[in-house]
């Protein structure tokens, strides 16, 4: 289920336990003012709303905007911040957002840390707690790749401490607070600086996976898992890196938890294993928890690739802000984005042809695959369900294996961030600027992903526990 609202009768918690007297003195922001630059930016750049206003279908948006002009009046700080996004989430769109990078003033900063600094908790009490927990989808021991933390749960809310240190950022320190939602969770993070700001997040892949909006990754660590042996190695995990593995004779697993992985350490972990991709039988790649990112997976796409993509183009709505973003895509690459700004200049305000993508030959790569098994969950959105169209486009090897649909987060593509006037609440608004190629846009999908997201062509059983395991024993079968 997609995020359907945020509960703006949460009040403004800094810390650890819950801390409605905690009030900053400092904040800045005037909400009104703020959210009549949202929906203006809203109305000039977003494709969506465009389309809706062509087909005359308005009132129901245009009495949304009324109610919420009252909502956020005299919403201070954070407030202001959940109200926009509650605002934006009627378009039930994942890649419309806002979100906040708050400045703190040195007065400020001082009320944050004095209470945080109260409400540090020794390792062992920590330790205590977790062995005491009842089974949760929040409570236990995540990693970032630099620290553990230890998920507990105090009355109704979730606290992450941190079980390991640095010399910035000691032990026992409370980086995260959450509430659950109706979809999901949200609460503040405080990062390794303890500088507050408002997030939304989701737990994916079986509860494994905690994703914290902004691109932050946290995964838990399981008893006798691959993540518990490498830290106890004393060596470095990354959680959006993933591995390539052969897991039986012929079997390879290639597990991606991000796309938004670092450019050279993805190529790096592809190249090492290039050999081990070539010789395999059998390749399944596991994408569950994987929210979306950059399109990185062209590294290793041709390999099972049985003909070219063909040429595409989508849409894109003309504006001041969409052109600066798309000549900035043309100072990199001008042949395909230079024309994408010519037509803004001359079409401003209107939906015109976007970029166009060349065809992409076929080549034949050097492989022994006999099938391809893409196993996603619920999680799999944006680049992630951009990879999944891709893959089943060029290959007839391709199975789509999940126990649910995607997301739905791929129609309206291409996200550009710009600065609302928001005093030291510094808050952004983000969107898609164009829409995906109508070639694209299918028989079983005429109108698009969004709505439900993407079937998968082989239903994994709701009662299988290990997705992974049952699809290696099809493939092979």
Same mark, same amino acid.
């Given at each position: 289920?997609?995020?359907?609202? /945020? ?8 810390? #650890? ?37 062509? #087909? ?12 919420? %002009? ?45 209470? @945080? ?17 009842? *089974? ?32 910035? /950022? ?11 939602? *109706? ?118 796409? &041709? ?26 895509? #043309? ?14 200049? *001359? ?43 891709? %893959? ?30 928001? !005093? ?9 600027? !164009?829409?995906? @190629? ?14 439900? !997201? ?6 994994? &059983? #709701?009662?299988?526990?290990?997705? /992974? ?9």
């Amino acid at each position: 289920m997609k995020r359907i609202a /945020l509960l703006l009768t949460i009040i403004l918690f800094f810390n #650890a336990c819950k801390s409605d007297d905690l009030v900053l003195p400092d904040r800045n922001i005037n909400c009104s003012e703020t959210f009549a630059q949202l929906t203006q930016k809203v109305s000039e750049n977003y494709i969506a709303l465009k389309e809706m206003e062509e #087909a005359g279908d308005i009132s129901e948006y245009e009495a949304h905007l009324k109610k919420y %002009s009252e909502i956020v009046k005299g919403k201070e700080g954070s407030q202001c911040t959940m109200a926009l996004m509650d605002f934006i989430n009627w378009f039930d769109d994942g890649h419309l957002f806002v979100l906040e990078r708050p400045e703190y003033t040195e007065t400020e900063k001082t009320m944050i840390q004095e209470r @945080s600094r109260s409400s540090i908790k020794e390792v062992s009490k920590i330790e205590e707690l977790l062995s005491k927990q009842d *089974e949760d989808a929040l409570i236990g021991t995540w990693t970032d790749g630099e620290y553990l933390f230890g998920m507990v749960k105090k009355g109704k809310d979730y606290v992450a401490y941190t079980l390991t240190s640095s010399d910035t /950022l000691q032990s026992g320190y409370p980086v995260l607070n959450l509430n659950m939602t *109706e979809d999901g969770y949200e609460g503040f993070y405080y990062g390794y600086t303890d500088t507050p700001k408002y997030v939304t997040v989701h737990v994916y892949k079986n509860d494994t996976y905690l994703s914290i909006f902004g691109g932050i990754i946290w995964e838990k660590v399981v008893p006798g898992s691959r993540e518990e042996q490498v830290i106890e190695n004393g060596s470095k995990f990354n959680p959006k890196l993933g591995y390539i593995e052969e897991v039986q004779e012929g079997v390879v697993v290639f597990e991606i938890p991000s796309f938004s992985v670092d450019y050279m350490l993805f190529s790096d972990l592809i190249l090492e294993n290039e050999q081990l991709l070539r010789e395999a039988e059998y390749l399944v790649i596991d994408v569950r928890g994987n929210t979306g990112g950059n399109a990185v997976y062209g590294m290793f796409t &041709p390999l099972y690739a049985d003909r070219g993509r063909e040429e595409s183009q989508g849409k894109v709505l003309a504006s001041s802000d969409n052109k600066q973003y798309y000549e900035w895509l #043309a100072s990199r690459n001008p042949e395909v984005y230079q024309p994408v700004v010519d037509r803004i200049n *001359e079409n401003m305000g209107e939906i015109i042809a976007g970029p166009l993508f060349p065809r992409r030959p076929y080549q034949e790569e050097e492989n022994k695959l006999k099938e391809v098994a893409i196993l996603t969950d619920d999680a799999c959105a944006s680049a992630c369900e951009s990879f999944l169209l891709e %893959s089943k486009e060029i290959s007839d090897r391709v199975t789509h294996y999940a126990k649910t649909n995607t997301y739905g987060m791929i129609d309206y593509t291409s996200v550009n961030m710009v600065p609302l006037e928001s !005093g030291n609440q510094k808050i952004f608004f983000g969107y898609p600027t !164009g829409k995906l @190629s109508e070639l694209r846009f299918t028989d079983e999908y005429p109108d698009g992903y969004n709505k439900d !997201g993407i079937k998968p062509d082989v239903r994994i &059983p #709701a009662n299988v526990r290990d997705e /992974l395991t049952y699809v290696m024993q099809r493939i092979k079968s």
